[in-house]
């Protein structure tokens, strides 16, 4: 199945106020906001500029959130809970700001086909039973599937969307967090099918339906030298400046000072009646926790 038709699964309202949570240069559409920790920082992107989408973007840490306590209808967090040293505190703030929540992170195979060092745990799931184990996968094919694959098969993978990445999508109070003491690698060696019956190699395999254009940018990546496509991603992907944030988003915004609700926009500043004051960088309002300190009035 394909990243389109599992998000398209996922209900909405017009009212509904839906937030991404790190979701940078490519973040679900129908968001009304992104929270972005690194907003200017791409390197994990294959050191391509940051596509700021047409949604307004903050910079806040995802274990503070500024969003008052059940404060948006869904949160969207693809790729995130991986990367962060402390995810049952990040699902415990999912909880206190929304009701449903929409989870994607790598299926084992694909961590183990990427091996993304900087990926700090192995997830699995049994139903809303998340299971993290620490990574200490090895990097047996160092980074050539993130640098080389992922560029050249892009269409390859979004067609095994389902196999390589886990979706969850429910009532965020139903989630649970699990940390086994066994590590990635137990995790993986005692699944090891040594002395199972014989493994089966073509159990997994699938046939996606590619797409004529799908069919024309894979031919043409495996015969062109790299430089001609990376230009041409470069190209598509000028440096852009998020959406301001209209007076609606502010509204639904909380204080990390007071946890007030009653944000004031005073040009490139949101202030608070507590004092706070967040200010703005290349169109981006710093909510993120260390920064806001140094701020108060
Ligand atoms: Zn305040």
Not at 83 to 108: M, N, W
Not at 161 to 174: C, D, M, V
Not at 193 to 218: Q, V
């Amino acid at each position: 199945m394909r990243r389109e038709d599992i998000l398209g699964k996922i209900a909405t309202t017009g009212n509904d106020f839906v937030v991404d949570i790190g979701g940078g240069h490519r973040p679900f559409p129908r968001s009304n906001l992104v929270i972005e920790k690194y907003p200017f920082d791409h390197s994990l992107h294959r050191d391509r500029p940051m596509q700021f989408p047409t949604i307004p973007v903050i910079k806040a840490d995802a274990l503070t959130l500024p969003i008052p306590d059940g404060g948006c209808d869904l949160i969207f967090a693809s790729h995130i809970i991986e990367h962060l040293p402390d995810p049952a505190g990040f699902l415990q703030e999912i909880k206190r700001c929304s009701k449903r929540v929409y989870l994607e992170f790598p299926t084992r195979k694909r961590e183990l086909m990427f091996a993304w060092s900087y990926h700090q745990w192995m997830i699995e799931t049994e139903g809303p039973v998340l299971k993290f184990y620490r990574n200490d996968l090895p990097q047996m094919f160092g980074d050539f599937f993130h640098v080389e694959y992922d560029a050249a098969l892009g269409a390859w993978s979004e067609a095994r969307h389902e196999h390589l990445n886990t979706s969850l999508y429910g009532l965020a109070e139903e989630l649970v967090c699990e940390f086994p003491e066994m590590s990635a690698s137990e995790r993986v060696l005692s699944d090891s099918p040594r002395g199972n019956s014989r493994f089966n190699f073509a159990t997994d395999i699938t046939r996606p339906k590619y797409t004529l254009w799908e069919c024309a940018a894979i031919a043409a990546q495996s015969i062109l030298p790299p430089t001609v496509y990376a230009a041409a991603a470069r190209r598509k992907e000028p440096v852009t400046f998020p959406a301001d944030i209209p007076s609606s988003v502010l509204a639904r915004l909380m204080c990390l000072h007071c946890r007030g609700i009653s944000l004031k926009r005073s040009g490139e500043q949101i202030e608070c009646s507590c004092g706070a004051r967040y200010t703005r960088d290349r169109g981006v309002f710093d909510f993120d926790v260390p920064n806001h300190n140094t701020l108060t009035a």
